[in-house]
Protein backbone atom coordinates (compact mmCIF):
# COMPACT_ATOMS: atom_id res chain seq x y z
CA UNK A 1 0.00 0.00 0.00
CA UNK A 2 1.16 3.48 -1.07
CA UNK A 3 1.48 5.02 2.86
CA UNK A 4 1.86 8.53 2.09
CA UNK A 5 -2.03 8.56 1.63
CA UNK A 6 -2.53 8.95 5.05
CA UNK A 7 -0.68 12.43 5.70
CA UNK A 8 -1.20 14.12 1.97
CA UNK A 9 -3.58 17.04 2.14
CA UNK A 10 -5.57 19.02 -0.58
CA UNK A 11 -4.48 21.83 -2.22
CA UNK A 12 -6.77 24.86 -2.25
CA UNK A 13 -9.71 25.15 -4.63
CA UNK A 14 -9.70 28.27 -6.30
CA UNK A 15 -12.90 29.28 -8.10
CA UNK A 16 -11.96 28.21 -11.15
CA UNK A 17 -11.98 24.91 -10.29
CA UNK A 18 -14.81 24.51 -8.86
CA UNK A 19 -17.02 23.29 -12.17
CA UNK A 20 -12.92 21.61 -13.63
CA UNK A 21 -15.10 18.54 -13.15
CA UNK A 22 -18.88 19.25 -14.12
CA UNK A 23 -20.22 16.67 -15.83
CA UNK A 24 -17.57 13.88 -15.18
CA UNK A 25 -18.48 10.76 -13.08
CA UNK A 26 -15.82 9.42 -10.95
CA UNK A 27 -15.53 6.07 -9.15
CA UNK A 28 -14.00 5.94 -5.59
CA UNK A 29 -12.75 2.41 -3.98
CA UNK A 30 -10.88 3.72 -1.48
CA UNK A 31 -12.25 3.31 2.85
CA UNK A 32 -9.37 5.29 4.33
CA UNK A 33 -10.02 8.95 4.21
CA UNK A 34 -12.39 8.51 1.10
CA UNK A 35 -14.52 11.65 2.40
CA UNK A 36 -12.05 13.64 1.93
CA UNK A 37 -11.24 12.29 -1.76
CA UNK A 38 -14.74 12.23 -2.38
CA UNK A 39 -15.29 15.77 -1.35
CA UNK A 40 -12.11 17.14 -3.10
CA UNK A 41 -13.84 15.96 -6.30
CA UNK A 42 -17.25 17.37 -5.82
CA UNK A 43 -16.25 20.48 -5.14
CA UNK A 44 -14.88 20.22 -8.33
CA UNK A 45 -17.96 19.41 -9.48
CA UNK A 46 -17.79 15.81 -10.43
CA UNK A 47 -20.38 13.18 -9.15
CA UNK A 48 -18.82 10.33 -7.39
CA UNK A 49 -19.89 6.71 -7.32
CA UNK A 50 -18.39 5.53 -3.57
CA UNK A 51 -17.72 1.49 -3.26
CA UNK A 52 -15.16 1.52 -0.14
CA UNK A 53 -13.59 -2.08 -1.21
CA UNK A 54 -11.82 -2.93 1.81
CA UNK A 55 -10.64 -2.16 5.10
CA UNK A 56 -7.49 -3.95 7.30
CA UNK A 57 -7.48 -4.20 10.57
CA UNK A 58 -4.00 -3.90 12.42
CA UNK A 59 -2.41 -7.70 12.40
CA UNK A 60 -1.91 -6.80 16.09
CA UNK A 61 -5.20 -6.18 16.43
CA UNK A 62 -6.84 -8.88 13.89
CA UNK A 63 -7.99 -11.94 16.75
CA UNK A 64 -10.34 -13.53 14.34
CA UNK A 65 -7.39 -14.88 12.10
CA UNK A 66 -5.42 -15.46 15.16
CA UNK A 67 -8.33 -17.86 16.43
CA UNK A 68 -9.10 -18.85 13.10
CA UNK A 69 -5.14 -19.47 13.03
CA UNK A 70 -5.41 -21.56 16.46
CA UNK A 71 -8.14 -23.55 14.79
CA UNK A 72 -6.06 -24.71 11.84
CA UNK A 73 -3.06 -25.82 13.74
CA UNK A 74 -5.45 -27.95 16.18
CA UNK A 75 -7.36 -29.70 13.21
CA UNK A 76 -4.66 -30.46 11.41
CA UNK A 77 -6.75 -29.96 8.12
CA UNK A 78 -5.86 -32.28 4.81
CA UNK A 79 -6.82 -29.45 2.12
CA UNK A 80 -6.56 -25.65 2.35
CA UNK A 81 -7.64 -23.61 -0.47
CA UNK A 82 -5.91 -20.39 -0.88
CA UNK A 83 -8.27 -17.85 -3.40
CA UNK A 84 -6.18 -14.40 -3.21
CA UNK A 85 -2.57 -13.64 -3.10
CA UNK A 86 -2.79 -11.11 -0.61
CA UNK A 87 -5.12 -13.13 1.29
CA UNK A 88 -2.27 -15.98 1.55
CA UNK A 89 0.40 -13.53 2.76
CA UNK A 90 -1.72 -11.28 5.06
CA UNK A 91 -2.73 -14.73 6.96
CA UNK A 92 1.13 -15.92 7.27
CA UNK A 93 1.65 -11.95 8.50
CA UNK A 94 -0.89 -12.42 11.25
CA UNK A 95 0.68 -15.75 11.86
CA UNK A 96 4.07 -14.47 12.58
CA UNK A 97 2.98 -11.89 14.37
CA UNK A 98 0.96 -13.56 16.85
CA UNK A 99 3.83 -16.07 16.97
CA UNK A 100 2.34 -19.10 15.30
CA UNK A 101 4.45 -18.44 11.59
CA UNK A 102 6.09 -21.85 12.19
CA UNK A 103 3.25 -23.73 13.74
CA UNK A 104 0.89 -22.28 10.91
CA UNK A 105 3.73 -23.55 8.17
CA UNK A 106 4.10 -26.82 9.19
CA UNK A 107 0.39 -27.52 9.26
CA UNK A 108 0.15 -26.29 5.32
CA UNK A 109 3.04 -27.85 4.75
CA UNK A 110 1.32 -31.35 5.83
CA UNK A 111 -1.89 -29.97 3.41
CA UNK A 112 -2.81 -30.23 0.34
CA UNK A 113 -2.57 -27.13 -0.93
CA UNK A 114 -5.49 -25.69 -3.85
CA UNK A 115 -5.03 -22.18 -5.15
CA UNK A 116 -7.40 -19.70 -7.13
CA UNK A 117 -5.10 -18.36 -10.09
CA UNK A 118 -1.59 -17.49 -10.64
CA UNK A 119 -1.50 -14.76 -8.38
CA UNK A 120 -2.40 -16.87 -5.53
CA UNK A 121 0.22 -19.45 -6.40
CA UNK A 122 2.90 -17.14 -6.93
CA UNK A 123 2.15 -16.34 -2.76
CA UNK A 124 1.93 -19.84 -2.06
CA UNK A 125 5.36 -20.62 -3.66
CA UNK A 126 6.56 -17.67 -2.30
CA UNK A 127 5.96 -19.05 1.54
CA UNK A 128 7.62 -22.10 0.46
CA UNK A 129 4.76 -24.06 -0.26
CA UNK A 130 3.99 -26.00 -2.77
CA UNK A 131 0.18 -26.41 -4.63
CA UNK A 132 -1.57 -29.37 -5.94
CA UNK A 133 -4.29 -27.67 -8.31
CA UNK A 134 -4.72 -24.37 -9.70
CA UNK A 135 -8.33 -23.29 -11.05
CA UNK A 136 -8.19 -22.32 -14.94
CA UNK A 137 -10.07 -19.22 -14.45
CA UNK A 138 -9.55 -18.00 -11.52
CA UNK A 139 -13.17 -18.49 -9.73
CA UNK A 140 -13.74 -20.45 -6.62
CA UNK A 141 -16.52 -22.70 -8.13
CA UNK A 142 -13.94 -24.04 -10.86
CA UNK A 143 -11.45 -24.37 -8.13
CA UNK A 144 -14.10 -26.45 -5.78
CA UNK A 145 -14.97 -28.60 -8.92
CA UNK A 146 -11.50 -29.62 -8.77
CA UNK A 147 -11.04 -30.36 -5.24
CA UNK A 148 -14.13 -32.43 -5.61
CA UNK A 149 -12.92 -34.19 -8.71
CA UNK A 150 -9.65 -35.22 -7.26
CA UNK A 151 -11.74 -36.52 -3.65
CA UNK A 152 -13.94 -38.42 -5.91
CA UNK A 153 -16.40 -36.18 -5.12
CA UNK A 154 -16.51 -36.84 -1.69
CA UNK A 155 -14.94 -35.58 1.44
CA UNK A 156 -15.71 -37.21 4.23
CA UNK A 157 -13.67 -37.31 7.43
CA UNK A 158 -11.77 -34.48 5.83
CA UNK A 159 -11.09 -31.13 7.19
CA UNK A 160 -11.07 -28.13 4.55
CA UNK A 161 -9.65 -25.11 5.64
CA UNK A 162 -10.81 -22.05 2.92
CA UNK A 163 -8.86 -18.48 2.83
CA UNK A 164 -11.73 -16.60 2.30
CA UNK A 165 -11.65 -13.09 0.31
CA UNK A 166 -14.38 -10.23 0.80
CA UNK A 167 -16.85 -11.75 -1.97
CA UNK A 168 -17.60 -14.84 -0.23
CA UNK A 169 -19.20 -17.13 -2.59
CA UNK A 170 -21.62 -19.28 0.25
CA UNK A 171 -22.57 -21.66 -2.30
CA UNK A 172 -19.47 -22.91 -2.79
CA UNK A 173 -18.50 -23.55 1.14
CA UNK A 174 -21.59 -25.32 1.14
CA UNK A 175 -20.73 -27.38 -1.51
CA UNK A 176 -17.83 -28.49 0.66
CA UNK A 177 -19.85 -29.40 3.25
CA UNK A 178 -22.42 -30.94 1.49
CA UNK A 179 -19.56 -33.26 0.18
CA UNK A 180 -18.66 -34.56 4.00
CA UNK A 181 -15.88 -31.86 4.90
CA UNK A 182 -15.26 -30.22 8.22
CA UNK A 183 -14.74 -26.81 6.64
CA UNK A 184 -12.80 -23.94 8.67
CA UNK A 185 -12.32 -20.53 7.08
CA UNK A 186 -10.03 -18.15 7.32
CA UNK A 187 -11.01 -14.57 6.63
CA UNK A 188 -7.49 -12.31 6.89
CA UNK A 189 -8.74 -9.07 6.09
CA UNK A 190 -12.37 -7.62 6.23
CA UNK A 191 -13.97 -5.74 3.23
CA UNK A 192 -16.86 -2.76 3.71
CA UNK A 193 -20.27 -4.27 2.92
CA UNK A 194 -21.76 -0.87 3.45
CA UNK A 195 -25.56 -0.92 4.32
CA UNK A 196 -28.28 -0.43 2.02
CA UNK A 197 -26.96 -1.98 -1.33
CA UNK A 198 -24.27 -4.11 -3.04
CA UNK A 199 -22.02 -1.03 -3.96
CA UNK A 200 -18.84 -2.66 -5.41
CA UNK A 201 -20.93 -4.86 -7.61
CA UNK A 202 -22.72 -1.39 -8.45
CA UNK A 203 -19.62 0.15 -9.46
CA UNK A 204 -18.64 -3.02 -11.20
CA UNK A 205 -21.43 -2.59 -13.56
CA UNK A 206 -21.24 1.13 -14.39
CA UNK A 207 -17.94 0.51 -15.34
CA UNK A 208 -18.16 -2.59 -17.78
CA UNK A 209 -21.52 -0.46 -19.06
CA UNK A 210 -18.55 2.25 -19.68
CA UNK A 211 -20.67 4.80 -17.20
CA UNK A 212 -18.06 6.01 -14.81
CA UNK A 213 -15.03 8.21 -16.59
CA UNK A 214 -12.22 7.20 -14.44
CA UNK A 215 -11.62 5.01 -10.70
CA UNK A 216 -9.12 5.63 -8.10
CA UNK A 217 -7.41 3.64 -6.15
CA UNK A 218 -5.56 3.98 -3.07
CA UNK A 219 -4.55 0.87 -2.14
CA UNK A 220 -3.34 -2.52 -3.82
CA UNK A 221 -5.49 -5.11 -2.47
CA UNK A 222 -8.34 -2.49 -3.29
CA UNK A 223 -7.44 -3.61 -6.82
CA UNK A 224 -7.16 -7.38 -6.39
CA UNK A 225 -10.53 -6.95 -4.36
CA UNK A 226 -12.37 -5.29 -7.11
CA UNK A 227 -10.73 -7.95 -10.03
CA UNK A 228 -11.67 -10.66 -7.59
CA UNK A 229 -15.26 -9.69 -6.99
CA UNK A 230 -15.48 -9.28 -11.29
CA UNK A 231 -13.98 -12.73 -11.25
CA UNK A 232 -17.00 -14.19 -8.94
CA UNK A 233 -19.53 -11.99 -10.96
CA UNK A 234 -18.08 -13.31 -14.28
CA UNK A 235 -17.55 -10.13 -15.80
CA UNK A 236 -13.86 -9.56 -15.41
CA UNK A 237 -13.44 -9.60 -19.09
CA UNK A 238 -15.89 -7.04 -19.49
CA UNK A 239 -14.39 -5.14 -16.18
CA UNK A 240 -10.94 -5.32 -18.14
CA UNK A 241 -12.15 -3.96 -21.76
CA UNK A 242 -13.71 -1.57 -20.27
CA UNK A 243 -10.86 0.03 -18.46
CA UNK A 244 -9.09 -0.41 -21.66
CA UNK A 245 -11.26 1.30 -23.74
CA UNK A 246 -13.34 3.28 -22.26
CA UNK A 247 -12.78 4.00 -18.29
CA UNK A 248 -9.70 5.26 -17.24
CA UNK A 249 -7.72 3.98 -14.01
CA UNK A 250 -5.87 6.42 -11.29
CA UNK A 251 -3.63 5.20 -8.54
CA UNK A 252 -2.29 6.81 -5.89
CA UNK A 253 1.40 5.57 -5.89
CA UNK A 254 3.20 2.82 -7.64
CA UNK A 255 2.21 0.23 -5.58
CA UNK A 256 -1.36 0.50 -5.91
CA UNK A 257 -0.52 0.70 -9.73
CA UNK A 258 1.50 -2.17 -9.76
CA UNK A 259 -1.60 -4.94 -9.85
CA UNK A 260 -3.54 -2.55 -12.34
CA UNK A 261 0.11 -2.66 -15.18
CA UNK A 262 -0.15 -6.29 -14.29
CA UNK A 263 -3.34 -6.74 -15.63
CA UNK A 264 -1.96 -4.83 -18.80
CA UNK A 265 -3.85 -1.04 -17.98
CA UNK A 266 -2.25 2.17 -17.96
CA UNK A 267 -2.95 3.90 -14.84
CA UNK A 268 -2.97 7.76 -14.03
CA UNK A 269 -0.31 8.07 -11.17
CA UNK A 270 0.94 11.01 -10.10
CA UNK A 271 4.95 12.43 -9.46
CA UNK A 272 4.28 12.69 -5.80
CA UNK A 273 2.30 9.67 -4.09
CA UNK A 274 -0.07 12.19 -1.94
CA UNK A 275 -4.05 12.28 -2.35
CA UNK A 276 -3.65 15.90 -3.33
CA UNK A 277 -1.44 14.92 -6.24
CA UNK A 278 -3.98 12.51 -6.98
CA UNK A 279 -6.75 14.86 -7.17
CA UNK A 280 -5.09 17.20 -8.93
CA UNK A 281 -3.95 14.57 -12.14
CA UNK A 282 -7.70 13.58 -11.75
CA UNK A 283 -8.43 16.76 -12.56
CA UNK A 284 -5.94 17.98 -15.24
CA UNK A 285 -6.36 14.31 -16.86
CA UNK A 286 -9.88 14.84 -17.40
CA UNK A 287 -10.46 18.15 -17.62
CA UNK A 288 -7.98 18.08 -20.70
CA UNK A 289 -7.70 14.93 -22.16
CA UNK A 290 -11.53 13.72 -21.74
CA UNK A 291 -13.27 17.57 -23.41
CA UNK A 292 -13.92 17.08 -26.86
CA UNK A 293 -15.24 19.51 -29.29
CA UNK A 294 -16.25 18.89 -33.06
CA UNK A 295 -18.39 21.80 -35.24
CA UNK A 296 -21.25 21.24 -36.58
CA UNK A 297 -24.05 22.63 -38.65
CA UNK A 298 -26.20 23.06 -35.31
CA UNK A 299 -23.12 24.79 -33.94
CA UNK A 300 -19.83 23.89 -31.71
CA UNK A 301 -20.52 20.07 -30.09
CA UNK A 302 -18.97 20.10 -26.57
CA UNK A 303 -18.66 16.45 -24.76
CA UNK A 304 -17.60 16.69 -21.39
CA UNK A 305 -17.75 13.32 -19.55
CA UNK A 306 -21.59 12.20 -19.02
CA UNK A 307 -22.73 15.52 -20.59
CA UNK A 308 -22.86 17.74 -23.69
CA UNK A 309 -23.23 21.09 -25.13
CA UNK A 310 -24.99 22.10 -28.21
CA UNK A 311 -23.83 26.05 -29.15
CA UNK A 312 -23.39 26.14 -25.39
CA UNK A 313 -26.52 25.04 -24.11
CA UNK A 314 -26.13 21.66 -22.06
CA UNK A 315 -27.68 19.06 -22.28
CA UNK A 316 -28.23 15.37 -20.38
CA UNK A 317 -29.06 12.67 -22.70
CA UNK A 318 -30.67 9.52 -21.76
CA UNK A 319 -27.56 6.37 -21.11
CA UNK A 320 -28.96 4.95 -23.94
CA UNK A 321 -29.23 7.97 -26.48
CA UNK A 322 -25.75 9.08 -25.21
CA UNK A 323 -23.92 6.02 -26.27
CA UNK A 324 -25.72 6.82 -29.86
CA UNK A 325 -24.81 10.34 -29.54
CA UNK A 326 -20.81 9.51 -28.52
CA UNK A 327 -20.11 6.95 -31.99
CA UNK A 328 -21.37 9.47 -34.25
CA UNK A 329 -19.54 11.82 -32.72
CA UNK A 330 -16.22 9.93 -32.26
CA UNK A 331 -16.39 9.13 -35.93
CA UNK A 332 -16.46 12.77 -36.64
CA UNK A 333 -18.61 13.30 -39.10
CA UNK A 334 -17.85 10.07 -41.29
CA UNK A 335 -20.52 7.69 -42.00
CA UNK A 336 -21.41 4.60 -38.81
CA UNK A 337 -22.46 1.58 -40.33
CA UNK A 338 -26.18 0.71 -38.69
CA UNK A 339 -24.86 -2.51 -37.37
CA UNK A 340 -22.53 -1.04 -35.48
CA UNK A 341 -25.00 1.43 -33.79
CA UNK A 342 -27.34 -1.53 -33.61
CA UNK A 343 -25.38 -3.31 -31.61
CA UNK A 344 -24.68 -0.28 -29.15
CA UNK A 345 -28.92 -0.61 -28.67
CA UNK A 346 -28.74 -4.16 -28.17
CA UNK A 347 -27.18 -7.04 -29.18
CA UNK A 348 -30.45 -8.34 -30.91
CA UNK A 349 -31.83 -4.79 -32.39
CA UNK A 350 -33.46 -5.24 -35.55
CA UNK A 351 -33.64 -2.37 -37.94
CA UNK A 352 -36.47 -1.07 -36.47
CA UNK A 353 -35.44 -0.77 -33.01
CA UNK A 354 -32.51 1.04 -34.62
CA UNK A 355 -34.27 3.08 -36.30
CA UNK A 356 -36.67 4.42 -33.46
CA UNK A 357 -33.83 4.67 -30.76
CA UNK A 358 -32.22 6.76 -33.59
CA UNK A 359 -35.40 9.21 -33.28
CA UNK A 360 -35.94 9.01 -30.14
CA UNK A 361 -32.35 10.72 -29.96
CA UNK A 362 -33.09 13.33 -32.68
CA UNK A 363 -35.97 14.22 -30.51
CA UNK A 364 -33.77 15.13 -27.27
CA UNK A 365 -31.49 17.37 -29.61
CA UNK A 366 -32.34 21.14 -30.39
CA UNK A 367 -32.05 20.51 -34.15
CA UNK A 368 -32.85 17.10 -34.92
CA UNK A 369 -31.54 17.53 -38.47
CA UNK A 370 -28.11 17.23 -36.78
CA UNK A 371 -27.98 13.45 -37.11
CA UNK A 372 -28.17 12.50 -40.78
CA UNK A 373 -29.73 9.16 -42.40
CA UNK A 374 -27.26 7.70 -44.73
CA UNK A 375 -29.84 5.74 -46.95
CA UNK A 376 -28.76 1.90 -46.77
CA UNK A 377 -25.80 2.87 -44.90
CA UNK A 378 -26.03 4.16 -41.05
CA UNK A 379 -26.01 7.74 -39.82
CA UNK A 380 -23.66 10.50 -38.90
CA UNK A 381 -23.36 13.65 -37.83
CA UNK A 382 -23.78 16.80 -40.00
CA UNK A 383 -19.98 18.46 -39.28
CA UNK A 384 -18.48 21.71 -40.53
CA UNK A 385 -15.52 21.90 -42.70
Not at 111 to 136: M, T
Not at 247 to 270: F, H, Q, S, Y
Request: a neutral charge.
Amino acid sequence: MDGAVAVASEPEVGTELTTALKGFRVGVTSHRRAEDLIQALERRGAEVLHAPVLTIAPVDQDLGVIEDTHRTIAARPDLCIVTTAYGMRRWLEVADAAGLGDELQATLSAARLYVRGPKARGAVRAAGLADVGISNDETTATLVDLVLRDAGGRLDGQTVVMQLHGYTDRVQLDRLRDAGAELITVTPYRWVRPEGGDRLEALIAAVCAGELDVVTFTSAPAVDALFSTAHELGVHAQLLAAFRQRVATAAVGPVTAAPLEAAGLRPWVPDRFRMGALIKLVTDNLSRRKVRRLETTAGPVELRGRTMAIAGDELILPPAAMLLFRALFDAGGAVVPRETLARLVSTTASNHALDMAVNRLRASLPDGELIQTVVKRGYRLRVVG
